[in-house]
């Protein structure tokens, strides 16, 4: 019981945290709209008729799957800040597991990466990107899916690092090259042998790619969107998150134990 309400407690204080920060709430609404406005809309009018496909919808999908990814992933990174502060002080020293610190932590940032994805489906609308019910039904999945992998990729970054500079740093030279690999913004259909290799190690790349496939699915222009079918991308993606909870939770837990 006293396991179920730390990983509660945890969780709990990480969305209210998300909740109570204004400059953060209006960075996390503002920014995926700009990028969505611009450069889906400048896409658009340079390449869409080209492409054969709208570049709104297609940057919608990938700012989406971006946004889940990088702020869970991000916050996980947090908890080397959080051993600083009282709160988590007295979690690291209660007779606490913990595995249910990092349980607890997932859960927490999934649901903050959760709460920033919503209104992008609202913009979305604006932005008159054809979403029917079905597809916004099927994106909550899909949704939370991403959060998990993005959970654990931050919680193996975490695990070897223990300066919260050095993760900020470190997370964002790792994060960025994913937005152009996993092809947020662009079409990676065709890339150079080595971009491909790259491309294909980046787990952005697979979260991006299940929401533009559910999202494109039964659509002419599937084909030109989507690079692999959703069953190969949710493999891939179950894959990477045992990996990356199995051995990131063993480091962080063996770290934890011998400090």
């Known amino acids: 019981m006293n396991e179920l309400n ?6 709990e204080r990480d969305l209210f945290k ?3 920060d204004r400059a953060r709430l209006i960075g996390a609404f503002v920014f995926p709209f700009l990028l969505m406005f611009l450069m889906g809309g400048t896409l658009q009018l ?3 008729k ?3 496909f709208n570049f709104i919808g297609f940057t919608f999908t990938g700012v989406l ?18 051993r600083q502060n009282d709160f988590a002080q007295e979690i690291f020293v209660s007779p606490i597991s913990r595995y249910s610190i990092v349980i607890g932590k997932i859960i927490g940032e999934s649901m903050v990466a959760l709460a920033q994805a919503a209104p992008l489906i609202l913009f979305a609308i604006v932005l008159r990107v054809p979403l029917t019910a079905l597809d916004i039904l099927l994106l909550v999945p899909v949704a939370v899916l991403g959060c998990l992998v993005g959970g654990s990729f931050g919680l193996l970054g975490m695990s070897v690092i223990n300066d919260q500079r050095a993760a900020n740093q470190i997370f964002g030279f790792i994060l960025l090259p994913q937005f152009f690999l996993a092809g947020v913004f662009n079409p990676i259909n065709v890339l150079p042998w080595y971009l491909e290799i790259l491309s294909l190690i980046s787990p952005l790349r697979y979260v991006v790619d299940l929401f533009r496939g559910v999202v494109y699915m039964g659509r002419p222009e599937y084909h030109k969107v989507v690079l692999l079918d959703p069953e190969i991308n949710l493999m891939v993606m179950a894959l990477m998150f045992a990996v990356f909870i199995v051995t990131g939770t063993a480091l962080f837990v063996r770290r934890e134990t011998n400090r």
């Open 18 to 20: 998300f909740l109570r």
């Open 65 to 82: 799957g971006m946004t889940i990814f990088q702020s869970a992933s991000q916050g996980i990174a947090s908890l080397l800040e959080d």
């Open 46 to 48: 340079n390449l869409g």
């Open 50 to 52: 080209a492409a054969g």
């Open 6 to 11: 730390a990983i509660a407690a945890i969780a």
